[in-house]
């Protein structure tokens, strides 16, 4: 284990260079100010009541206890909200607060405000909620014979293929050249998921400020603030600029701040008290209070020739998107559209059906899909290389997608996808030696717990690749707006609504901004809905592609205008879109256009593990990975996504898992929930394969989530080998694992 | 009640509840929210603090147990505008992205530089193993601690 002295950095950069981040002073000083930190004087403090229960009918809710209570200032349940009463990113089918039952167990039922946090928690403790339990929904295969959560199926008449069966968020089919070719060697396997938490650190929190004409200001952590005011807006029944989305501090999101927290439910307390409010949860109900990457089973039957070219692909994919629809219907497209991998398959039949079921609700994390079907191709291919007595990595090569191939929605590559080369370099990266006994427990699987003297521990290499889209698809109309004022004296400000979650975008958009402006002196102007158009999310690794040409087109347009009225000062606001995309037939999964998916990105990763396999205790020893990320806008922020996305998967694969009996979180804690530690990781060594992608500005593609969707299989393929056991299952538990 | 601490070489008075840990008081009272609220549970170093120069998570130290003690959070840290080498260390190495984490790695770094002034990889694991980082995969950490050491 080697730690590296960091390389020469430089404080001012255009793009491709390293960068530090601006933000760090603040952040290393603690005064950089989170959702969390914020306060205004006269404020209250909001909470939330919850369901104890994973499905019920609310037969009534007495609050007259809870409002005569000192200190508090306003009890509010669902017949307070003024305007929509449900809400959702995709479909609005999440109650603002439950109206007449519960879907799943932390479901929120009432708010309250108060003057001290203390008295809020007293208040809620006196709410009389009378709940008559029905039949949980909590198993995804049943789920499609029980009673239907939302009879009146929300995602019904959107384009997607309309599937009767009960609790069926979507049903996606793609039939890809003949499903019945035959090959012949064939693989079965059947693959399972647990549930992964985004567990970042920052809790949901932020404060609601009344402006006194019945509007309001919602300071809050966040990955899109414009979709947020959306959804704010009619709840509220307040007109668009009446709600204004402030970014506070992000202590990280991971796909966990897509969708809504305590944002209607502080503005509702403001609104109604006329005084700012502020939610913040803590780390039990931060863990239900979010949705979670969705659990999966995955059935596969991979069919190949002799020679190791894969024939023909069946899978099929159920997701268990809990109580209400959130971001489910695009987690299904991805994990059905990338689950052969990038790999070219001339047939394959792939069904992947996203269902409600009274677990807690899933939607994005890190991988969005990508990373649950990854998880069971991979073994599949290494399982089909173990049957043909082919090297997995020839397996692999032999089989890569390349541009000028099809994907199994019969999008052909057209851009950058260098799947042979990330293979070749991955697979050419030296392993560290196998080191000797005795040494320091430390260095052997149990670590500190000084378990073994290494008896029983075993070594072993893997390898795996990873594939996910990047932007948002199928047929979505995304954009990107920004902002720049060039001041007379030369200097200029960015105005962006891009969410600065940790990735360091906002190193992107200075870069490009010095860059296009050919100046060092831009500030960049904190983000809010008020001052610039939508930047869309920051998610779906599109926020460097997308803020990258909203903030060049701005650039580029505010020294045309500058020139045009010779000097002085320029205010212009441009929209960014990617190439269009269009829909999947919703009855064979094909494209209807040219392309579903913008754009492709790739990544490969070895692995070395070592499984003490007597106490079923692993060490992953070191990584190794090439990823392909078009051009590194700043290679400094690259490496850091990818360290931290394949610390993600590793967790996964390892260690990471909500537990739920009847639909209840048994683990909402860092105590029982863990994530990977220092101790934990290992050292990760990194290639970057730079083939600009043509669409990109500047070649860039987005960098968070290939390490992400291909680390978890990376890791288990390194534990297969050194145990011979399937590990059909993730996370790897001991039992698994013992020999 | 009210207590008397001195933090950040500050002597501070606080009226504080009986059940208020000291971070708490930090951030709601004294007004320094630098020390962060991630678990509150004692499992992520996101609060940690000196108490009397010990490293100590200060959701776990109720206020009223820090009357009459030394404290010294992150916001003590750096003199003035002049960011401290560990702070100084972790913006060069690129060992900050969200940064929640951050001044709970600050502190403990700061302890632990303190103890160990050139500590090897595994010194540096096993004393930050008790600060979660959900962003970086802590290899930036560990180069910051480097490099704060070679600094030194």
């Known amino acids: 284990m080697s730690v590296t002295a960091p390389r020469t950095t430089v404080r001012v950069g255009k793009v491709g260079e390293r960068l530090l981040r601006d933000d760090a002073v603040p952040k290393v000083r603690g005064s950089f100010d989170y959702s969390s930190d914020l306060s205004a004087p006269g404020m209250l403090w909001g909470d939330t009541l919850r369901s104890p229960h994973p499905h019920a009918r609310i037969v009534s809710i007495d609050l007259s206890r809870a409002l005569s209570l000192p200190g508090v200032h306003a009890v509010l349940i669902h017949a307070d909200v003024p305007g929509r009463k449900t809400y959702g990113l995709e479909f609005p089918d999440q109650p603002v607060l439950a109206i007449d039952r519960v879907r799943y167990v932390g479901e929120p039922v009432a708010v309250v405000a108060a003057d001290h946090p203390e008295q809020a928690r007293k208040a809620l403790a006196a709410i009389a909620v009378e709940y008559e339990p029905l039949e949980p929904v909590v198993d995804m295969e049943r789920a499609l014979e029980q009673k239907p959560l939302h009879p009146d199926r929300p995602t019904m008449g959107h384009g997607y293929l309309d599937d009767p069966r009960p609790n069926v968020v979507r049903h996606l089919v793609i039939r890809h050249g003949d499903p019945d070719t035959d090959g012949e060697v064939v693989v079965h396997g059947e693959y399972e998921v647990g549930i992964q938490d985004q567990a970042f650190l920052g809790p949901e929190s932020g404060l609601a400020v009344p402006d006194g004409e019945g509007g309001v200001d919602v300071h809050v952590a966040t990955q899109w603030l414009h979709v947020d005011r959306d959804q704010v807006a009619p709840c509220l029944d307040l007109r668009p600029e009446q709600v204004r989305i402030h970014l506070a501090g992000v202590g990280g999101a991971f796909g966990g701040r897509e969708d809504l927290s305590m944002q209607i439910h502080g503005a509702l307390l403001a609104l109604h008290t006329g005084r700012p409010v502020k939610m913040s949860y803590d780390r039990e109900e931060s863990f239900t209070g979010h949705v979670h990457r969705h659990p999966a089973r995955v059935w596969c039957e991979h069919r190949a020739t002799r020679e190791g070219r894969i024939t023909c692909v069946r899978m099929r994919i159920l997701l268990d998107g809990g109580a209400y629809a959130s971001s489910s219907t695009a987690v299904a497209s991805n994990a059905a559209s990338f689950a052969l991998g990038p790999y070219r398959v001339d047939n394959a039949l792939i069904e992947a059906t996203a269902l409600y079921t009274n677990n807690p609700p899933c939607g994005a994390m890190r991988g969005f899909g990508a990373v649950q079907t990854c998880f069971a191709a991979e073994a599949q291919v290494d399982r089909l290389a173990a049957e043909l007595g082919i090297d997995p990595v020839e397996l692999r090569l032999l089989n890569a997608l390349e541009p000028g191939d099809s994907l199994p929605t019969g999008q052909v590559v057209t851009g950058s996808l260098p799947t042979r080369e990330v293979i070749r370099r991955a697979a050419a990266l030296a392993i560290p030696a196998e080191e000797g006994l005795p040494r320091d427990p430390l260095r052997l699987p149990g670590g500190a717990g000084n378990t073994t003297r290494g008896e029983g521990v075993r070594r072993g290499v893997g390898f795996a690749l990873g594939f996910k889209n990047i932007c948002y698809s199928e047929g979505f109309d995304d954009f990107c707006a920004a902002r720049v004022v060039l001041r007379a004296d030369g200097g200029a400000v960015v105005h962006s609504a891009a969410a600065e979650v940790g990735q360091g975008v906002i190193g992107v958009i200075l870069q490009v901004a010095r860059t296009e402006l050919g100046t060092d002196d831009v500030t960049l102007a904190p983000s809010a809905t008020s001052s610039v158009g939508s930047a869309g999310s920051a998610s779906a690794s599109r926020m460097t592609w997308m803020a990258a040409g909203a903030v060049r087109d701005a650039c580029r347009a505010a020294l045309e205008e500058r020139e045009r009225q010779g000097g002085g000062e320029v205010d212009v606001e441009r929209v960014y879109r990617h190439p269009r995309t269009t829909p999947l037939d919703p009855e064979t999964g094909q494209i209807t256009g040219e392309r579903a998916h913008v754009a492709l990105a790739v990544a490969a990763m070895r692995v070395v593990v070592e499984v003490d396999v007597d106490l079923g205790l692993t060490r992953v020893v070191w990584v190794g990975t090439a990823q392909d990320v078009g051009r590194a806008v700043n290679p400094l922020a690259v490496e850091g996504q990818i360290e931290g996305g394949t610390a993600q998967g590793l967790g996964l694969a390892l260690m990471e898992e909500l537990v739920t009996r009847d639909g209840a979180i048994l683990n909402a804690s860092f105590t029982d929930y863990l994530i990977p530690t220092a101790l934990d990781m290992p050292p990760v060594d990194i290639e970057l394969i730079e083939e600009p992608e043509p669409d990109a500005p500047y070649g860039a593609k987005g960098v968070g989530e290939p390490p992400t969707v291909v680390s978890t299989a990376a890791i288990l393929s390194a534990l297969r080998d050194a145990t011979g056991r399937p590990l059909a299952r993730v996370p790897v538990r001991p039992d698994d694992i013992c020999l | ?152």
């Open chain 2, 1 to 152: 009640m009210k207590i008397t601490l001195t933090v950040n070489s500050e002597r501070r008075e606080a009226d504080v509840w009986g059940g208020e840990s000291l971070l708490t008081v930090l951030r709601d009272t004294l007004e320094l929210p630098g020390s962060k609220n991630a678990c509150e549970q004692g499992e992520c170093g996101s609060c940690s603090v000196l108490l009397d120069d010990e490293l100590v998570c200060s959701c776990l130290v109720l206020g009223a147990q820090a009357d009459g003690h030394e404290v010294v959070t992150v916001e003590g840290l750096a003199d003035g505008d002049a960011l401290s080498p560990v702070q100084q260390a972790f913006v060069d190495a690129g060992a900050v992205q969200c940064g929640f984490c951050t001044p709970g790695l600050v502190v403990a770094v700061t302890d632990l530089l303190a103890r160990i002034p050139d500590p090897d990889d595994h010194e540096i694991r096993e004393a930050l193993s008790g600060n979660l980082c959900r962003c970086t995969g802590y290899a930036k950490i560990f180069d910051a601690v480097h490099l704060a050491a070679e600094r030194r």
